[in-house]
């Protein structure tokens, strides 16, 4: 998915996650874990170019993407053209996930739900695009 894609779904889903967390935190504190899941939303997807680092041996991918970054953010399939990694992409995002929600747990467990949440989303998402159903 495009990364405008993932920001307005992820701004969606943080916006339903931070909802849930009810009248715990202060409308401040809430902005911030909005904020936050929106940033996770798209930027999980930097790990495409550590990915495209690994399958070509050069950082042309991530150079582009610097050079044009307009053009990365809004039509990124450009960026990887000759290099497929539908498995890898997802199983990266998935240990990286994985990581962050056992990581933000020990910070707060509203936290990690939150986290889990963008992630499984995001994923979703890709695997839905990946088969064309979305």
Do not use: Q
Not at 10 to 23: E, F, T
């Amino acid at each position: 998915m495009k990364s405008t894609e993932h920001a307005v779904i992820g701004a969606v889903i943080s916006a339903l996650g931070v909802r849930a967390i009810g009248n715990h935190l202060s409308r401040p504190w809430k902005v911030v874990l909005w904020g936050y899941g929106l940033f996770l939303s798209v930027f999980i997807d930097l790990d495409h170019f550590v990915l495209a680092r690994y399958y070509t041996g050069d950082w042309d991918a991530l150079l582009e993407a610097l050079t044009t970054p307009k053009r990365a953010l809004t039509s990124p399939e450009w960026l990887f053209s000759d290099i497929t990694m539908r498995v890898e992409r997802l199983l990266s995002h998935t240990i990286i996930g994985g990581v962050l929600t056992v990581g933000s747990f020990l910070v707060a467990p509203f936290l990690a739900g939150l986290t889990a949440l963008v992630v499984y989303t995001h994923v979703l998402c890709d695997l839905l695009r990946d088969t064309k159903t979305l």
